[in-house]
């Protein structure tokens, strides 16, 4: 069965950090484009970052640039989401995705173009 896990998520106040993890369990990551999208509530689902295949392309949202980095352990299956939380705003369900799609900085990254979604982990930025 094709599944993607998400974890690492919770309640951090504003500046702390968090790193998220995606693994995959029937699916090889680094053969596909790996995405995170964030929905908050009330809200559109909207796009916070991807990751390449093996050439390890990026791309990041204006909202998290400089904040958020990504990694990867192709022996754990696993993808990691670093991130520096200091807004508020950044509080949502967090949702990685695997895609046959393209990864990098002029790529929009559109939910349509990603195939296999995760659970969701909720972040929460809050004092």
């Known amino acids: 069965q094709l599944q993607l896990v998400e974890s690492g998520g919770g309640l951090v106040q504003p500046g702390g950090s968090l790193r998220l993890s995606c693994t995959g369990s029937?699916?090889?990551?680094?053969?596909?484009?790996v995405g995170w999208f964030r929905q908050a509530p009330g809200k559109e689902r909207e796009a916070v970052s991807c990751?390449?295949?093996?050439?390890?392309?990026?791309n990041f949202a204006d909202s998290v640039k400089g904040r958020f980095t990504l990694s990867r352990d192709n022996a754990k299956n696993t993808v990691y989401l670093q991130m520096d939380m200091r807004r508020p705003d950044d509080t949502a369900v967090y949702y990685c995705?695997?895609?046959?799609?393209?990864?990098?900085?002029?790529?929009?990254?559109?939910?349509?173009?990603?195939?296999?979604w995760g659970q969701g982990t909720q972040v929460t930025v809050s004092s």
């Open positions: 995705t695997k895609g046959s799609t393209l990864c990098g900085a002029a790529v929009p990254m559109r939910p349509i173009q990603y195939e296999l």
């Open positions: 029937g699916v090889l990551l680094d053969r596909h484009v």
């Open positions: 990751l390449g295949t093996s050439g390890g392309r990026t």
